[in-house]
C-alpha cells in the first residue's frame, strides 16, 4: 500500500521536473523518503529502463517486445544498444507487437541518421521465426526475431525501377515471399530493389513473415543473395486527395 501511495505522490511532484524523484523504501517495504537525483548521478539500472518488464537493458540480451511497448522507449533502447554494439535484437510474439518493431526501427534510424558521417546509414534489419518452449515446459509459442544492424542505402538513381509489393492482413505469405525473393535475386548489385506498401498490425506481421520466406528462399539459391528491411516513414499522396499522409513503408535492400 505504501509503495502504491508512494508512486502517486512520485508522478504527481515529480512531472515536468529535468530532475527526477527517486523513492527509497526500507527493508520492510515502507516508504521511507523520496529525494531527487541528477539525472547523470543515477545508477545505471534507474537510467535504462526497458518496458512493461521495467528490466535494465543488458549488452547482448533480446529486447523483448509486446504490444504495450512505448515505441519512443524502443527506438531509444534501439539506439542505445547500437551504440554500444553492431547488432540489436528484439522477440516479440504477436501481430500488433511485430508492429511496434517495425514502428521503433523506422524511429531509430532517424535517431541514428542525425548523428551519423554518412547521410545514407540507415537501420536494417532481418526477421525468422521460431518455436519457443514456455515456462511450463509443454507448450510452445511462435517468436519473431529480429536482428537490426546499421546498413548504407545510397538514394537510387532517378531511372531506376523498383519493384512494389502490396501486402495485406490477408496476403499469402508464401506468395508475396516469392514476390520478394525474385526481385532480390534479379536486381544487379547491392542497393534499394524494391518498397512494400503495408496498413496496420497485421499487414506488418504479414510482411516481416514474407520477407523471412524470401530470405529462405535465396539461401537455397545458388547465388546466395542476401538483402535487409530497411523500414521508413514517408509522405505518401493520399489517393484521390491534394495531401500527403505520413506512412510507413518497408525497404528491401539487397546486400
Known sequence: MAA?????????????????LVAVLSSAGRLGHATRFPQKSLPFSFQQRTFAERRPIEDG??????????????AGALAYALRRSDT?????????AAFVVVKALASASEFL????????SKLGATFWERRKLQEDGESHRTVLHTKASRVVVPPPSPDAKLGHVKIAAQTNAGKAGASIAWIIRDKEGPG????????GGAAVHQALVSCAIAQHYLNQDEKGARFVVVPEFMEMLVEGHDRTTRQLRLNFVKL
Open 192 to 199: 534499394l530493389a524494391a518498397y512494400g506498401t503495408v496498413m
Open 4 to 20: 502504491r501511495i508512494a508512486c502517486r505522490a512520485l508522478r504527481r511532484f515529480g512531472q515536468g521536473t529535468a530532475v527526477p
Open 88 to 96: 540489436a535484437t528484439m522477440e516479440s510474439v504477436n501481430k500488433q
Open 61 to 74: 540480451k533480446a529486447l523483448i517486445v509486446s504490444q504495450h511497448t512505448p515505441i519512443g522507449k524502443l
Open 113 to 120: 541518421a542525425e548523428e551519423a558521417e554518412n547521410k545514407d
